[in-house]
């Protein structure tokens, strides 16, 4: 078949984006290849270049009752090239509304009936040529805020990443329209409706349309499982042996249901949640897998064979026990599952409770998060919520103590399963939480686990290794809030990401430190002298957390500009800047404190002073130095 024109391709047709489709899914990167591609076709012998703009694959289709008025025309579902006819159709709707009277001698009126929508005689019905399904969840929003028809009610102002997408699109193409000559946006027109060429093929009536749907829609962006899933649910829903109502309600329901799930995914622009991990993360609740969760590679592989023509043949989970062949109730039953986790979900990642901050700041895998939010999703009191991730988050604190591990984490996908699937109570799964927590720790092997923080092959890093010291500090601080009587952070969990690890005394020290130095490794044997000085660097008490920009202005600045600034940070700086020099006897004071600290966190941890003189200065040698006691 030959390549047509948009012209000729619009012509006597109208489309529609089926309900088994993915959203609208280009961003900037596609848009401006688009517009780049328009702006290179030039003028060869006074006639514009062709461009292949590539295949569109149709599907025939009925008009509904709505739109039988329409004769003459045929109506198509794009089964591949949706993505670029939707861009097309809000550029040419943005190039129309924008233009002083027309284009190609041809007035808005008909510019906007060939390529936007037509009406009946008395205007009241309208057919668009381009648009979503009437029971797509975004169908009314393209309508109403892409091509302006304020007669079209929004009655949904959920927003989701598509129509995200169809906003930026529509913003994209008037910024750029907007400041383009009359005769610009002219030869823009005519270089849409004749220069792009397009492949158009009709797929077969006896093919499988879904099977198409999911190969040709491969080819480019991947579908993600979750759109997959959905294209599968909606096949299978037309094969169930059911009365036509109940098929059409199904098929309402899945798409609810998928709405549902891309407005929760999409929520916060900011952090827009992967479908896949949601997807994998809510089937580690709904089947038991053989590890402690589903990967998203092995979620695939599950749902399609729980959503299969022979899903009998496959196990239902590591029990042995057979799949249920598909019906209209197992279709029901996982799609009203799936919906309800998303908003759960979205609300893990988006909490505004400094708990469940801590807990994933300390562990932010997935089955961590399928718990609290099967938590979330088991409708308990607050107090008991609340005891159920401190406690948790106490676990996990002791977990990265060196030389302690008292709970394999996930475990914590086990009983977030046996929550939600009604298993064991919200009570039973504390109390293993309690006694994980009561487990008795050993001193003498935390202080050779902390001991071992300074034998890093790439060199004697100490405290500054520890794979939560960033943590520790902002709980030292909490602690310090508190000792201080105060009632402003100045620092939150929210500052988190901005904050780094400060050396007080520079890991590369100048002259401006030199005088503490030197005063330090008078008198020290030259073969420990570099040891002594390197862990006196990186021991607990020499760090603290700044802000990323101040540890920039810092940098290897001397005591006195360090003490003047640390005044007005943090509580951990204000506690700092108290002392007059900065010294090993004073970092070994504030190291000392930082201890004491540590054992109010791990209940049953109670250090000797030789121990803590151990853990913070690692060799005899050094600790002989620097212990007024054994001076």
């Known amino acids: 078949m030959s390549a047509i024109n948009l012209s000729e391709l619009f012509n006597q047709k109208i489309f529609r984006i089926p309900d088994y489709q993915r959203g609208y899914a280009w961003e900037d990167k596609q848009l401006t290849e688009l517009w780049d591609d328009l702006e290179d076709i030039n ?91 009437s029971n797509d969840k975004n169908y009314e929003f393209l309508l109403n805020k892409i091509f302006e028809d304020n007669s079209i009610v929004l009655k949904d102002n959920s927003v989701n990443l598509y129509i995200r997408n169809l906003e930026n699109a529509k913003a994209f193409f008037r ?16 270089k849409i409706i004749t220069s792009l060429q397009f492949d158009v093929r009709t797929i077969e009536k006896d093919l499988d349309v879904q099977a198409v749907f999911e190969t040709m829609n491969n080819r480019g962006k991947p579908l993600s499982t979750l759109e997959k899933l959905k294209n599968r649910l909606i096949y299978l829903t037309e094969k169930l042996n059911s009365p036509r109502e109940d098929k059409d309600n199904l098929r309402k ?62 196990d239902l989970d590591v029990s042995g026990k057979k799949e249920k062949p598909v019906d209209y109730k197992k279709i029901d039953n996982y799609i009203l599952k799936l919906s309800e986790l998303a908003p759960k979900w979205y609300e893990v990642h988006n909490s505004n409770s400094k708990i469940i901050k801590k807990i994933l700041l300390l562990n932010s895998g997935k089955d961590i998060k399928i718990l609290i939010a099967a938590l979330l999703m088991a409708d308990i009191k607050q107090d008991l919520f609340n005891d159920f991730l401190f406690n948790l988050e106490k ?24 929550i939600y699937n009604k298993e064991e109570t919200v009570e039973d799964i504390i109390l293993k939480t309690i006694q994980l927590i009561n487990t008795s720790v050993n001193a003498e092997n935390i202080v ?35 000792k201080f009587r105060e009632t402003d952070d100045k620092v939150t969990l929210n500052d988190f990401d901005d904050t780094t690890i400060e050396h007080i005394i520079p890991q590369k020290y100048v002259d401006n430190w030199g005088v503490f130095i030197n005063r330090y490794s008078r008198g020290l ?13 990186n021991t607990l008490g020499n760090l603290t957390i700044l802000k990323n920009g101040k540890n920039i202005s810092l940098g290897n600045k001397g005591w006195k500009d360090k003490k003047d600034r640390f005044i007005t940070g943090s509580y951990n700086e204000i506690d700092i ?38 853990i913070l200065f690692f060799d005899d040698y050094i600790i002989n130095r620097v212990n007024p006691i054994k001076k």
């Not at 005689?121 to 057919?127: I, L, M, Y």
Request: hydrophobic share 40%.
């Open 395 to 418: 676990i996990l604190f002791r977990n990265r103590v060196p030389g302690i591990w008292v709970m394999d984490e996930r475990n914590s996908a086990t009983w977030a399963r046996d």
């Open 43 to 133: 003028e060869i012998d006074g006639e514009l270049k062709k461009h292949y703009t590539g295949t569109i694959y149709l599907e025939e289709t009925v008009s509904n009752l709505s739109e039988k008025w329409l004769t003459g025309v045929k109506f198509y579902n794009i089964v591949d090239g949706q993505q670029r006819l939707t861009s097309i159709s809000i550029l040419l709707f943005e190039l129309i509304n924008n233009c002083s009277i027309g284009y190609c001698e041809e007035s808005k009126i008909d510019l906007i009936k060939n390529f936007i929508v037509k009406s009946n005689a008395s205007g009241e019905s309208k057919v668009y040529k381009f648009s979503y399904s």
């Open 253 to 314: 329901k899945i798409n609810d249901a998928w709405g549902k799930i891309y407005v929760s995914l999409a929520k916060n622009p900011n952090i827009i949640l992967d479908e896949d991990v949601f997807l994998s993360a809510h089937l580690s609740l709904y089947r038991k897998p053989t590890e402690a969760v589903f990967s998203e590679k092995l979620a695939e592989e599950k749902v399609f064979e729980m959503f299969c023509n022979r899903s009998e043949k496959f």
């Open 525 to 537: 044997n030259p073969d420990k002298t570099a040891l002594s000085i390197k862990v006196l660097i």
């Open 175 to 190: 910024n750029r329209i907007v400041t383009m000559e009359e005769a610009d946006k002219e030869l823009l027109f005519k």
């Open 448 to 482: 050779q686990a902390f001991r071992s923080l300074y034998t890093y092959e790439r060199g004697i890093k100490g405290f500054y290794r520890w794979n939560i010291i960033k943590y520790f500090l902002f709980e030292f601080e909490d602690y310090l809030k508190i």
């Open 577 to 614: 800047s108290k002392n007059v020099n900065w010294e090993h006897v004073d970092i070994s004071k504030r190291g000392f404190h930082m201890l004491e600290f540590l054992q109010t966190k791990v209940t049953g941890l109670n250090f000797t002073e030789e121990e803590k003189y151990s």
